[in-house]
């Protein structure tokens, strides 16, 4: 069975639109991993297998993914209205809002749970991290870049939530959550996985969506290790179209120049004052990979036709 689901987080960089284009490009296999998993659209959008790794070296993201698999109902009840004693949240923020109800969406929530809430443990950093991924502006988690960004019409309503938790939570049992640098991730994967490998672009400005700094020479190490495992592991890459990506990666097998489109529904966040509605962009990218794909296409029909 498929279990096709989406990401149950918003994130800058994200695959969500091009999982179909990255699915008929993927090969039967049974170990699957993920090193730069941010919000892992492809794991979600796919089959689980035997044997699925998700590693990202953002520490809050990965202990969001934890308490979605081993804790989704403590996440639910602190996504919830309680007492303010017990959820350390003033009133006037949650006003019109019964107790055991989904936290209302509003912008002096968000305000709050940025610059105010201090979580005392996992779980608490978990629900902040939540609700302000689902409320900020294009899902950027990097706190000098964040901004409310919520709209009833195009994000996902909190009386939403709990169900996309347990559906997530289902999907996410048994699988492997690591914070690690993707080294030590890649250098340590199983023979024959298959690798999805998703880095922060090589020129756009990447520092201002994450948490984590990825220079230069991370691009040159990502490389090199690469390089170094091609010959035991299947390897699917992503990038920036660049002639420099280009020339680095040259030893692959394939490097394909994909593109597709996709739509962005904007709401009145802060920081840029607009009502912009349904832009449309392209997404462009190189597909680079360390196999031959020719066959795959045919082979993937079914799971994409499920998909659609
Ligand atoms: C382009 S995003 C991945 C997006 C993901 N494929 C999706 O569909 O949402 C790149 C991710 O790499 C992570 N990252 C940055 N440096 C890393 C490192 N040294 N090791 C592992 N992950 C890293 C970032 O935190 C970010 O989540």
């Given at each position: 069975?498929?279990?096709?689901?989406n990401s149950?987080?918003?994130y800058?960089?994200g695959k969500f639109y091009a999982r179909?284009?990255?699915?008929?490009?993927?090969?039967?296999?049974?170990?699957?991993?993920?090193?730069?998993?941010?919000g892992?659209s492809i794991?979600f959008a796919?089959?689980?297998?035997?044997?699925?790794?998700?590693?990202?070296?953002?520490?809050?993201?990965?202990?969001?993914?934890?308490?979605?698999?081993?804790?989704?109902?403590?996440?639910?009840?602190?996504?919830?209205?309680?007492?303010?004693?017990?959820?350390?949240?003033?009133?006037?923020?949650?006003?019109?809002?019964?107790?055991?109800?989904?936290?209302?969406?509003?912008?002096?929530?968000?305000?709050?749970?940025?610059?105010?809430?201090?979580?005392?443990?996992?779980?608490?950093?978990?629900?902040?991290?939540?609700?302000?991924?689902?409320?900020?502006?294009?899902?950027?988690?990097?706190?000098?870049?964040?901004?409310?960004?919520?709209?009833?019409?195009?994000?996902?309503?909190?009386?939403?939530?709990?169900?996309?938790?347990?559906?997530?939570?289902?999907?996410?049992?048994?699988?492997?959550?690591?914070?690690?640098?993707?080294?030590?991730?890649?250098?340590?994967?199983?023979?024959?996985?298959?690798?999805?490998?998703?880095?922060?672009?090589?020129?756009?400005?990447?520092?201002?969506?994450?948490?984590?700094?990825?220079?230069?020479?991370?691009?040159?190490?990502?490389?090199?290790?690469?390089?170094?495992?091609?010959?035991?592991?299947?390897?699917?890459?992503?990038?920036?179209?660049?002639?420099?990506?280009?020339?680095?990666?040259?030893?692959?097998?394939?490097?394909?120049?994909?593109?597709?489109?996709y739509?962005?529904?904007?709401?009145?966040?802060?920081?840029?004052?607009?009502?912009?509605?349904?832009?449309?962009?392209?997404?462009?990218?190189?597909?680079?990979?360390?196999?031959?794909?020719?066959?795959?296409?045919?082979?993937?029909?079914?799971?994409?036709?499920?998909?659609?």
């Amino acid at each position: 069975m498929v279990n096709s689901i989406n990401s149950p987080f918003r994130y800058a960089g994200g695959k969500f639109y091009a999982r179909k284009l990255i699915l008929a490009h993927i090969p039967q296999h049974v170990h699957y991993i993920e090193p730069f998993a941010g919000g892992a659209s492809i794991f979600f959008a796919k089959a689980k297998v035997g044997f699925n790794h998700l590693n990202d070296i953002d520490e809050e993201l990965m202990n969001v993914y934890f308490m979605i698999r081993d804790n989704p109902e403590g996440l639910i009840s602190f996504l919830r209205k309680r007492s303010e004693d017990e959820s350390r949240i003033p009133e006037r923020l949650t006003l019109d809002t019964n107790c055991g109800d989904p936290l209302p969406a509003k912008k002096e929530l968000h305000k709050f749970f940025k610059n105010i809430f201090e979580p005392i443990n996992d779980l608490e950093r978990a629900g902040r991290w939540f609700y302000l991924n689902r409320t900020s502006y294009s899902g950027i988690m990097n706190f000098q870049n964040m901004y409310w960004g919520y709209g009833d019409r195009f994000s996902m309503q909190p009386k939403n939530w709990a169900q996309n938790i347990r559906r997530t939570s289902k999907k996410l049992q048994n699988v492997i959550l690591t914070s690690d640098d993707f080294e030590t991730i890649i250098d340590n994967s199983p023979d024959d996985s298959l690798l999805f490998i998703d880095p922060p672009y090589y020129n756009a400005d990447q520092d201002k969506f994450y948490n984590y700094p990825f220079t230069r020479e991370d691009h040159l190490r990502l490389q090199g290790c690469l390089r170094r495992n091609s010959n035991r592991l299947l390897l699917f890459l992503t990038y920036d179209n660049e002639t420099d990506i280009r020339e680095m990666y040259s030893w692959m097998e394939e490097i394909h120049d994909r593109e597709w489109n996709y739509c962005i529904q904007r709401t009145d966040d802060q920081k840029f004052k607009t009502d912009r509605k349904g832009e449309r962009y392209k997404g462009k990218e190189l597909f680079i990979l360390n196999y031959h794909s020719d066959y795959i296409e045919l082979n993937n029909q079914v799971q994409l036709r499920l998909l659609a």
